[in-house]
């Protein structure tokens, strides 16, 4: 079992530049989630899914789109990239809602410049 | 609004030192709350707390809720370098479909 994977490890983008990270989970988990991780922050919930076909908006969604196409997949789209989304970003997934464990993925290093 | 609060965001001890992790929550309709402990990649889970299980301990790892002061700590005895990490805390939000965190509390122990 690999777990959570995320695809790529870094990038680097102009502002402005779109780009889409994959996130793919092997555990047949309903529940997926994207967090961004900035200094002194915590994790922060961007936007989550509780199914195949269905999303949802979380603390800090705006600049960013998702996808669940598949239930092993959830993607998440920045269509005009902006240094304010610098950060570290992870998905996580979990078997069941917010209230249990959640395993994350190693994460994906974003630099917007 | 539901909020998960750490403290202090970051500590420094000597090895063989115990700490005191604190997070203290108000959410709504309450289920549980976690602990994670995140080194240089992604947070590793460590303890869920419910209202049926509010001491768990693993190791030199300990945590209690305290539901009348809503709150937890984390304990961590006789530190060891490898105890460097942020851990962080968290509770499900109101509709239980997603986790929040605290900021984090920055643990350093030096040998």
């Known amino acids: 079992n690999a777990g959570v994977t995320q695809t790529p490890k870094f990038r680097v983008l102009k502002t402005g530049q779109s780009m889409t990270l994959l996130c793919a989970q092997d555990m047949n988990h309903e529940y997926m989630y994207w967090y961004r991780q900035d200094p002194g922050m915590g994790l922060r919930l961007i936007h989550y899914s509780v199914g195949e076909g269905t999303t949802a908006k979380g603390e800090v969604p705006d600049g960013y789109n998702v996808s669940r196409l598949k239930k092993q997949n959830f993607l998440l789209g920045l269509e005009s990239a902006a240094p304010s989304q610098t950060s570290v970003y992870f998905c996580?997934?979990?078997?069941?809602?917010?209230?249990?464990?959640?395993?994350f993925g190693p994460g994906t290093r974003l630099t917007v410049t | 609004e539901d909020k998960v609060v750490q403290s202090p965001l970051s500590l420094v001890v000597h090895e063989g030192d115990t700490v005191t992790l604190n997070c203290s929550y108000e959410v709504t309709n309450f289920r549980s709350l976690l602990w994670y402990k995140q080194e240089k990649k992604a947070p590793t889970f460590l303890f869920m707390l419910?209202?049926?299980?509010i001491e768990k301990k693993s190791g030199r790892l300990s945590s209690i809720l305290d539901k009348k002061e809503l709150s937890s700590i984390l304990n961590i005895t006789a530190t060891q370098t490898g105890d460097s990490a942020i851990y962080l805390c968290?509770?499900?939000?109101?509709?239980?479909?997603?986790?929040?965190f605290g900021k984090g509390t920055t643990l350093s122990v030096s040998s």
């Open positions: 968290a509770a499900p939000n109101q509709a239980g479909t997603a986790l929040i």
């Open positions: 996580a997934s979990s078997y069941s809602p917010g209230g249990h464990e959640q395993y």
């Open positions: 419910t209202s049926s299980g």
